[in-house]
């Protein structure tokens, strides 16, 4: 094979994986993105100190993952609590039960840790910006867990406020089901890790009932688990508004 031979033949499959990787996020997103979801969530932070941090509360979803209610059921210091996020995360409020106050945070909030956890905001509620704000590239094909997978590098462009220059996620090839994301920050530095396991058909659609981030600097994780789920629901008019957050 000679140089220009393969110099075209590394641009042509450079092209064929660049037009493949916004069709394999928008297949991913159609299974981490429902239309409407509700549950029932847990949530363990395992912090660098080694203690252990345990809440539950109600998860709520709406036009697919653009608008999300969270509300804490235990312990009963949390218990009221609410957070609601609107336009993928780019507005926040949350609601203090002891002060009974709404307070609406700075548009940088999206950046911070959700709750002391390893998720942050942006983590949180802005997964189905990645169509618009990411640049979509598939690379060679990886085995992760033991299954084949997809892999799909998200880059921002250059106008996304974001806290990752990169992401990397291993999606498997059965049903879409992304299987591990790998967050890199400015200086290309792989520091948090998200895998999604004991993943069960509920209603048609692969579900992770087991998230866990794993912080890479941090030496910090911290545990999601599902402990029931429905994606067949509607939510009233002003079900996700700030008044709604007081209740």
Request: proline share 4%.
């Amino acid at each position: 094979m000679t140089l220009r031979v393969a110099i075209l033949l590394f641009i042509i499959t450079t092209l064929l994986n660049a037009q493949d990787g916004p069709a394999l996020l928008e297949r991913m997103m159609t299974v981490l993105e429902p239309e409407n979801s509700q549950a029932q969530m847990t949530q363990i932070i395992n912090t660098t100190s080694g203690a252990k941090r345990e809440f539950h509360y109600e998860y709520y979803t709406a036009g697919k993952g653009e608008k999300v209610l969270i509300r804490y059921t235990s312990p009963a210091r949390s218990r009221g609590m609410a957070t609601l996020m609107l336009n993928n995360a780019r507005d926040i409020w949350t609601y203090f039960p002891r002060t009974k106050r709404v307070r609406k945070l700075a548009s940088s909030a999206k950046r911070q840790n959700f709750e002391g956890s390893d998720f942050t905001y942006e983590d949180m509620g802005s997964g189905n910006t990645w169509r618009e704000d990411f640049f979509a590239t598939r690379l060679d094909d990886k085995t992760i867990q033991d299954e084949p997978c997809y892999t799909l590098q998200l880059t921002p462009k250059p106008e996304t406020d974001t806290n990752y220059s990169k992401l990397v996620i291993f999606v498997r090839k059965t049903d879409y089901s992304p299987l591990e994301i790998h967050y890199y920050d400015s200086d290309d530095r792989h520091i948090k890790t998200l895998f999604f396991q004991d993943i069960r058909n509920v209603e048609g659609i692969p579900t992770a009932f087991k998230m866990v981030m794993k912080n890479r600097l941090e030496n910090s994780s911290t545990v999601m688990g599902i402990e029931s789920i429905t994606y067949d629901v509607t939510y009233p008019a002003g079900f996700f508004t700030e008044r709604e957050l007081r209740k």
